[in-house]
């Protein structure tokens, strides 16, 4: 998906919501626990009550690797469900990634190519060549971690190194790797006070802003300092909403709880005039 596609799908539907499917078998309903695959059932229940009201799904692979080959075919499942079901959503291997070259390029190989994600998030420690690989896919973006929304982001990330905070120079690197046109940065919603500094670096590239809902974040912060004239943002809520009811109307809960943001971020999107 490039990144004029994802524009229009926002501005049609009114939303820049990303919803995070960090699928848990200790918090999915009960009920869903006798199913052959309950993670996959859980998925495809929250992707179909919801797909109008988001623009991009997120799974965080995590949730998925500690269960073995069973979470490896469920999120197999989940992706391949997407892309037949649902192909204008833009999907992104939450998997922070990042290694020597020829590792990440069979990283990007896995999810690009097999699982045929859309994007993938990668630490950017290991500098230039680890990230490249993955940003020689056309139409296939890499979302840097620069500033997160964890507590432990000032361990290092805001450290100044000659003067400079270190997620800047993250930043203003990361522009002159080959493939920077297919660059997105993660930005967390905690830290929305930093977002004025870091649109003059990157006044263009989209932003995946984890943080808004159950960690806190201020949707209308994120906007005011962070959206550009092709809004530019994509805002992830995941507990708040696949985790809206752990009963049998959970596909609807989560609904409702999507649907609030939809309102919020239409509202936004309306007063900027960016429809």
């Known amino acids: 998906m490039t990144t004029q596609d994802l524009v229009q799908q926002i501005r049609m539907k009114k939303t820049f919501l990303c919803i995070g499917l960090d699928t848990d078998l200790e918090k999915i309903p009960p009920h869903l626990l006798q199913e052959e695959d309950p993670i996959f059932e859980f ?11 988001c623009v991009a799904y997120k ?23 997407l892309n037949e079901r649902y192909p204008e959503q833009f999907t ?31 630490a950017p420690y290991m500098g230039k060549d ?16 620069a500033l997160t929304s964890n507590v432990g982001a000032f361990d290092f990330q805001t450290k100044k190194i000659n003067g ?35 649109r003059e670096i990157i006044p263009n590239n989209f932003l995946l802003v984890p943080g808004v809902g159950a960690q806190g974040g201020s ?27 752990t009963g049998t109307d959970f596909a609807k809960a989560a609904a409702n709880k999507a649907s609030d943001l939809q309102v919020q971020m239409q509202k936004e999107l309306e007063s900027r005039n960016l429809l």
């Not at 998925?43 to 009201?53: C, G, M, R």
């Not at 680890?130 to 971690?145: M, R, Y």
């Not at 005011?224 to 809206?244: F, W």
Request: proline share 2%; charged share 20%; net charge negative.
């Open 43 to 53: 998925n495809k229940a929250i992707i179909d009550a919801t797909n109008h009201l």
């Open 59 to 81: 799974p965080n692979i995590a949730f998925y690797e500690a269960y073995g080959i069973k979470g490896w075919k469920s999120l197999q499942r989940t992706i391949d469900y």
């Open 92 to 122: 992104i291997a939450d998997a922070k990634r990042g290694d020597i070259g020829n590792t990440s390029a069979r990283y990007a190989n896995a999810f690009f190519e097999d699982l045929n994600f859309d994007s993938i998030t990668i």
């Open 130 to 145: 680890s990230v490249e690989p993955f940003l020689s896919f056309e139409n296939k973006h890499t979302i840097l971690l």
């Open 164 to 198: 400079i905070e270190l997620y800047k120079e993250v930043l203003k690197t990361s522009k002159t790797y080959k493939g920077a046109h297919n660059l997105m940065y993660v930005v967390g919603a905690t830290k929305s006070e930093y977002l004025t500094e870091i």
């Open 219 to 245: 949707l209308e912060e994120v906007c005011e300092h962070g959206i550009t004239p092709d809004i530019g943002l994509l805002v992830n809520s995941s507990r708040g909403i696949i985790y809206a009811s």
